[in-house]
């Protein structure tokens, strides 16, 4: 898979207050390299924990389920896009429908 785009990730880790996802989010961004999903079913196969919206959007939990991110996947095309990467706190201020 694609990945769009991976400074996002890295924009969001080099912050000092979110220094501690760096490896996780490192760790999900190698292995999404590597993968090729047809499917949410296959992602879920993976990755039990995460959640489903809609058609094309995928909810991961990263960090030991501290921090929530967000991609659009266009599973045709091989793309990744990340949407938003936060807190559950933050997670709860947004509407994942407008991502």
């Known amino acids: 898979m694609r990945i769009i785009s991976k400074k996002t990730l890295k924009d969001f ?3 000092p ?7 996780a989010l490192e760790s999900w961004h190698k292995e999404v390299l590597k993968l ?3 499917n949410p079913n296959k992602i879920k196969e993976m990755y039990r924990n995460a959640s489903v919206v809609g058609d094309t959007k995928i909810v991961f ?3 030991g389920n501290k921090y929530r991110l967000i ?3 266009n599973y045709y095309a091989k793309i990744v896009f990340i ?3 936060g807190t559950h706190k933050q997670y709860d201020k947004i509407d994942i429908e407008e991502l």
């Open 83 to 85: 949407k938003f990467i």
């Open 13 to 15: 880790y080099e912050q």
């Open 36 to 38: 090729d999903w047809n």
């Open 71 to 73: 991609v659009a996947i």
């Open 17 to 23: 207050k979110y220094k501690d996802s760096k490896s």
């Open 61 to 63: 939990n990263i960090a």
